[in-house]
């Protein structure tokens, strides 16, 4: 498979992320699409685990969180975070490939709402998250 050109926003999204050093303790991906935009991966392993087994919520709601965070930093917004809301359908067991699509519903000048979808890389969705973002600013100048 030929490697992809990224657009300038996606290195400075990917770059944006290895700076926070939470989304790195976590080892969450940051994975470049055609298009210019981006998604997140996570391999589960056992550092993510809660005592029954599976992927920790905590976790999840984190991916979803920085998921949506990331959407919001391909129209160039920079964000944090005013309410977030998730429901859980499946749980993640070791090994799997979770996939993290954020997506904006609507790209308000003061306000973001979003939404996230968790994925296996099969499509059986784990997780559907809901947020709601405070615009700080343009994530670059244009």
Not at 39 to 59: K, P, S, T, W
Not at 95 to 100: H, K, Q, Y
Not at 102 to 116: F, I, K, N, P, Q
Request: hydrophobic share 45%.
């Amino acid at each position: 498979m030929a490697e992809m050109e990224l657009t300038e926003l996606q290195q400075q999204i990917i770059r944006f992320y290895h700076h926070n050093t939470f989304v790195e303790h976590l080892h969450i991906d940051i994975v470049p699409e055609a298009g210019g935009d981006v998604h997140l991966e996570l391999r589960a392993d056992e550092f993510h685990m809660n005592l029954y087994g599976i992927v920790h919520g905590g976790v999840l709601m984190t991916m979803a969180d920085t998921a949506m965070g990331a959407a919001c930093l391909v129209c160039n917004k920079k964000v944090v975070t005013v309410s977030l809301s998730m429901d859980f359908m499946h749980s993640v067991p070791l090994t799997t490939r979770v996939i993290a699509r954020g997506s904006v519903l609507h790209d308000g000048r003061h306000t973001m709402a979003c939404e996230c979808e968790l994925l296996s890389a099969e499509g059986k969705l784990f997780a559907k998250a809901h947020g709601t973002f405070y615009v700080l600013g343009f994530f670059t100048e244009e």
